[in-house]
Structures are given as C-alpha cells and as structure tokens.
C-alpha cells in the first residue's frame, strides 16, 4: 500500500493504537475475528488491511473514526459501494463533479441534502 511520504501505514497505525490500549495481539486478533498470525502480518505490512467492515470494527474498539481507518486501509464503506452499485451512473458523476471543492463548500453541499431529505419525509 503506497502512503504519502512521512505518512504511516495502516499496519503501523493500527500496531501504535492497540498497543496504546495495551491489547495484546492475541486478544485484539480475538476481538476482530481473525487469527493472530494475520494481524500481525498485517501490522507488518506485509498482508494488506482487511475488508471495510474488519476496519470498521477495529476503528470502534479502539475508539476511532470508522471511516478515517477505511480510508487509511484503502478500502470503501461497504454502504458508499452499495450506494454506487445502486446508482451507477449518479454516483460517479456526482463524486467527478465534486473534485476539486472546498471543505466549506463540501459542507453547503452536505447541509443541502440533508434539507432536501428532510423535506421529503
């Protein structure tokens, strides 16, 4: 997985955060589901990071954003590819005709679908 230079990889953060927490690797393995051989050769590098819901999960117990560790582990929400599957023809395009904006204007995008889904309940 290629990281901006300077920037940590999934593997190294996710060694950094659960040790922080003192979870031993055992347990933590345990916790997400997987074996204790793939966590660490994910925390390694040398295995890519696991599926979008896996993140998820390891994002919540230790107490992180869920879709910051997705994008982190290069993967896409399982509900953003359900979205796209569902639309794909919209998707895309809106995500195209999105590049490039601001964060503010993200948020006066945002704020108005939020309107528009309020007004239509």
């Known amino acids: 997985m290629k990281k901006a230079r300077g920037a ?7 060694r950094q955060k659960r040790t ?3 979870i031993t690797l055992r347990k933590f393995a345990e916790m ?3 074996s204790a051989t793939y966590l660490s050769q994910v925390e390694q590098d040398h295995f ?3 599926t979008a819901d896996r993140v998820t999960k390891i994002a ?4 992180e954003d869920s879709d910051e560790w997705i994008r982190l582990a290069d993967r896409v929400p399982d509900d953003v590819d359900v979205m796209v599957r569902q639309h794909p023809k919209d ?3 809106l995500m195209r005709l999105a590049t490039g904006l601001s964060p503010k204007q993200f948020e006066i995008i945002k704020e108005q679908i939020r309107k528009m889904k309020k007004r239509g309940k």
Do not use: D, T
């Not at 940590?8 to 996710?14: D, E, H, R």
């Not at 919540?60 to 107490?63: A, D, M, P, Y």
């Open 20 to 22: 922080a927490k003192k």
């Open 60 to 63: 919540e117990l230790l107490g």
């Open 8 to 14: 940590k990889s999934f593997g190294a953060v996710l």
């Open 32 to 34: 997400i589901g997987v």
């Open 48 to 50: 890519a990071p696991p």
């Open 91 to 93: 998707m895309p395009e």
